[in-house]
């Protein structure tokens, strides 16, 4: 099946590729972020990595007027921003899909402005692209590698307790806050009052951001969504345009029969030093 045109690889990705696959009597090479108990810990679970992937995409966000006294979506922000993060994705997943990997872990997303031009930002999706080493399970999610930004630890913790990640998901919110008006700042001089304005929008805000993203877990027929985090930030905008973007991994469990193995406490060398020197110090007195 051909590949959308916003999906299509450099040709340059596309010789990295190939080489690391080790063709043409080549030996594979893989390259990764993982960190060494990483490695170990996806190797225990029979995944193996197969290469850094990388998705990228400068776009060029557009401008909407607000009113300055009224608290509102800025739709055409909040649609340019998140498009702007699906292409990175989508094309990192791409580049998975080459290398015939079966998901994505540790994937993180980067936005930077650039220096030349304040409405242009770079974003930037990027993750280690992973194989499941035996062929009975299908790990792919509608044909395409699954993505989880869960680090390799928690990784391997999710897949022992029955559950499975099949997609990254996000929702994102661009919000005017609006101003206060001259009567309401003489209101609240001197007092300790909430400002409900400011708590309606920001509540408003992250809700939106927080919906959408459930949107798309139920769209992948997720069970539930695990590794939450909110970024709030308001870029080169008017200070009281803030863009509220949440994120996480969206799971389905793998065995409905599954058994959880039973947590077990594990005292680190370092807490037993520690404990040690108390009991000398407590020992001496």
């Not at 399970?137 to 509608?142: A, N």
Request: proline fraction near 4%.
């Amino acid at each position: 099946m051909p590949r959308k045109q916003d999906e299509q690889l450099p040709e340059a990705a596309r010789e990295r590729l190939r080489a690391m696959r080790g063709q043409d009597g080549e030996e594979a090479l893989f390259t990764s972020d993982l960190s060494v108990n990483e490695f170990l810990l996806l190797q225990e679970t029979n995944f193996a990595p197969a290469a850094m992937v990388v998705g990228t995409s400068i776009y060029h966000i557009g401008v909407q007027q607000q009113r300055q006294n009224q608290n509102e979506e800025m739709v055409v922000l909040s649609e340019a921003l998140y498009h702007a993060r699906e292409l990175a994705m989508r094309r990192m997943v791409a580049e998975a899909h080459e290398l015939g990997a079966d998901g994505i872990i540790g994937v993180r997303i980067k936005v930077k402005h650039l220096e030349w031009n304040p409405d242009l930002a770079e974003f930037i999706a990027l993750g280690t692209a992973v194989y499941y080493q035996d062929s009975h399970f299908d790990w792919r999610v509608h044909g395409k590698p699954f993505t989880s930004d869960l680090s390799g630890q928690d990784f391997w913790t999710l897949l022992h307790s029955g559950h499975r990640p099949v997609g990254m998901v996000m929702g994102n919110c661009v919000y005017h806050v609006a101003h206060q008006t001259a009567g309401q700042w003489f209101k609240t001089v001197g007092q300790n009052v909430e400002m409900t304005n400011f708590t309606e929008a920001l509540y408003e805000a992250r809700e939106l951001a927080m919906e959408r993203m459930q949107n798309d877990a139920e769209k992948l027929g997720a069970s539930g969504i695990v590794g939450v985090d909110i970024h709030e930030g308001n870029y080169a905008w008017s200070p009281h345009i803030i863009e509220f973007f949440t994120v996480g991994t969206a799971i389905a469990p793998m065995d409905a029969n599954h058994k959880i193995p039973e947590p077990h406490l594990v005292l680190s060398s370092n807490d037993e030093m520690r404990t040690s020197k108390i009991k000398a110090v407590e020992e001496d007195y």
